[in-house]
Nanobody, 120 residues
């Protein structure tokens, strides 16, 4: 299974983007998903995470601006980003834990990253 992250691009400050992370092959269920970002010269950091029960966790710097969600039917996770600021500029990576079958183990997958650039 490969993850395809998309939706990045150039946006002005105050704008919005929605990132998507789609699995390349059929999966039985998405058990957890996380979005991380890495800005130039900085370490990768967690932006938001969600588990299959719906519980979410957000970094303080994106609370009330970003929303993470999962659509199991589409085998896709999303990160909706509002009120983007220049400091949100980074490569965004998705991480997914998923089962290929009902009794299968949960495997961990990473997407290739999508660049978000916010201009002031």
């Amino acid at each position: 299974v490969q993850l395809q992250a998309s939706g990045g691009g150039l946006v002005q400050a105050g704008g919005s983007l929605q990132l998507s992370c789609a699995a390349s092959r059929n999966i039985f269920s998405i058990n957890y998903m996380g979005w991380y970002r890495q800005a130039p010269g900085r370490q990768r950091e967690l932006v938001a995470a969600i588990v299959s029960g719906g519980a979410t966790n957000y970094a303080d710097f994106v609370k009330d601006r970003f929303t993470i969600s999962i659509n199991n039917a589409k085998e896709t996770g999303y990160l909706h980003m509002n009120n983007l600021q220049p400091e949100d500029t980074a490569v965004y990576y998705c991480n997914m834990g998923a089962r290929r079958s009902q009794m299968g183990r949960i495997a961990d997958y990473w997407g290739q990253g999508t660049l978000v650039t916010v201009s002031s």
